[in-house]
C-alpha cells in the first residue's frame, strides 16, 4: 500500500517530487523532514536529465515503494 493517497496518480517526476514532499510531512520530527526533504530534492535534481519514459516510471515506482518503507520505519506504535 502506498504511502499516502495519490500515488497511482503520480506520472511525471514532478507529480513525484511533489508527492514525496507531501510524504515527508508525515515524519514525527522536524529534523526527519528536513533531512528527506533534502535527500528528495538532491535526488530530483541528479534526474533531471533523464528522458527515457520507461526508466523515469522505475524510477518512480522504485521512489513511491522506499517512501512507503521508509514511513512504516519511523510509523509510531
Known amino acids: 500500500m502506498p ?8 506520472r511525471t517526476p514532478v ?3 511533489r508527492y514525496l514532499l507531501r510524504c515527508c510531512k508525515q515524519l514525527p520530527t522536524r529534523a526527519m523532514q ?4 533534502h535527500a528528495i530534492r538532491q535526488s530530483y535534481n541528479s534526474h533531471t536529465d533523464e528522458d ?9 515506482q522504485r521512489a513511491i515503494s522506499d517512501a512507503d518503507w521508509i514511513l512504516k520505519k519511523y510509523k509510531k506504535t
Not at 528536513?34 to 526533504?37: E, G, I, R, S
Open 15 to 17: 507529480h513525484l517530487y
Open 34 to 37: 528536513k533531512y528527506y526533504q
Open 52 to 60: 527515457d519514459p520507461e526508466r523515469i516510471q522505475v524510477i518512480i
Open 3 to 10: 504511502p499516502l493517497p495519490g500515488a497511482e496518480m503520480v
